[in-house]
């Protein structure tokens, strides 16, 4: 079974500019959430998907936004991009049949660099 | 208060020898717990997961939960140069959608 494929690998933007990173879960997997990375704050969470509806947002302002397509694929994206936003993106899918034993499975990851 | 509490470390074991990570969590409705071990440069990938109190033991790994105090710690026996890694603690939050919370990781350096 495939894992969760994310795209592109690296970015590379300057300021203002706009940003969209794809994600495709592990098939089967209906939820797609979002978690940016930093060595000062960890793993924080973005938002989550599931059935194309936005779940769960985290303390994010509104540049960050997502989607979720019908088979699941998710896009992330990132306006008037800030040299601040430099992270990695992780995308995680879980199957999401609701019980307490759900987990994430990361993908790779994009690492955006904002000059 | 952060809802995942772990020491940044780095803890440095040697070769052979048990390494002890530890994680605090303040949620108490919490029911569900992850350990997962990020290589530099990589995505995290989960090791264990936990439930109920106690011990749970996954080769030379072993997780284990005390709700009550709110504790999660991973131990890792007969410590390899390649367990060196960054451990991360999540936690679950307790309605069932997917929101979790993760520490901000311990690094361990096992010395050959």
């Known amino acids: 079974k495939a894992g969760v494929t994310q795209t592109p690998r690296y970015l590379i933007k300057t300021r203002g500019q706009q940003v969209t990173l794809s994600c495709s879960p592990i098939?089967?997997?209906?939820?797609v959430s979002w978690y940016q990375q930093t060595p000062g704050q960890g793993l924080q969470f973005l938002f989550e998907?599931?059935?194309?509806?936005?779940?769960n947002k985290g303390n994010f302002p509104g540049r960050f936004s997502g989607r979720q397509f019908s088979n699941s694929r998710s896009e992330m994206n990132v306006s008037t991009l800030e040299l601040g936003d430099s992270a990695l993106y992780l995308c995680?899918?879980?199957?999401?049949?609701?019980?307490?034993?759900?987990?994430?499975?990361f993908g790779s990851g994009t690492q955006l660099s904002v000059l | 208060q952060k809802e995942v509490e772990q020491n940044s470390g780095p803890l440095s074991v040697p070769e052979g020898a048990i390494a002890s990570l530890n994680c605090t969590y303040s949620?108490?409705?919490?029911?569900?717990f992850f350990w997962y071990r990020q290589y530099s440069g990589k995505s995290p990938e989960l090791i264990m997961s936990?439930?109920?109190?106690g011990d749970k033991e996954d080769g030379r790994f072993t997780a284990q939960l005390n709700k009550a105090s709110q504790y999660v710690s991973l131990l890792i026996r007969d410590s390899q140069p390649s367990d060196s890694a960054t451990y991360l603690c999540?936690?679950?939050?307790?309605?069932?959608?997917?929101?979790?919370?993760f520490g901000s990781g311990t690094k361990l350096n096992v010395k050959p």
């Open positions: 995680a899918s879980s199957s999401s049949r609701g019980t307490t034993n759900e987990k994430l499975f």
């Open positions: 098939s089967g997997h209906r939820s």
């Open positions: 998907y599931f059935s194309e509806t936005q779940r």
């Open positions: 949620d108490r409705g919490s029911q569900s």
């Open positions: 936990i439930y109920s109190n």
């Open positions: 999540a936690v679950k939050s307790r309605n069932n959608f997917n929101k979790f919370y």
